[in-house]
């Protein structure tokens, strides 16, 4: 896993499945997290375990309003965005790799589809 220190990172399905894992290990390397998902209940449960996160509800499925929540949150992280850690099913998950790539060349997405996959991120 590269230096993840002081880096803004977005997290989506981090209300479910294995973002808990995801966060940690993004917690524990040091960066600046925004969790997102669709399950605010879960999300500030994140909140209150992490001190350093910052959630912000959002429904990957919602393709049409990806640009909008890319530039939320990285206002919410304060302007720069490192990279966005896709926890969303691998259906989802190339959908906004794609659109993604089409907002912003620059940002790095690294799709998880298991457990293994968190310990190998490319951010």
């Known amino acids: 896993m590269n230096n993840l220190e002081n880096k ?5 399905g981090a209300s479910g499945g294995i973002g808990n894992a ?3 290990t993004l917690n524990e390397a040091g960066a600046n997290i925004l969790a997102s998902g669709t399950r605010i209940e879960k999300l500030e449960e994140l909140k209150d375990n992490f001190k350093k996160i910052k959630i912000l509800k959002f429904d990957i499925s919602q393709s049409d309003k990806i640009e909008e929540f890319i530039e939320n949150a990285t206002s919410e992280l304060g302007g720069s965005l490192d990279g966005i850690v ?6 989802q998950g190339k959908v906004l790799s794609g659109l993604v790539k089409r907002i912003n060349r620059e940002v790095k997405i690294d799709t998880l589809n298991n457990h293994g996959d968190i310990e190998g991120l490319k951010i």
Do not use: D, S
């Not at 803004?8 to 989506?12: A, L, P, Q, R």
């Not at 896709?86 to 259906?91: D, H, L, Q, R, S």
């Open 8 to 12: 803004n990172i977005i997290v989506t």
């Open 22 to 24: 995801i966060i940690k």
């Open 86 to 91: 896709n926890n969303a099913g691998i259906t």
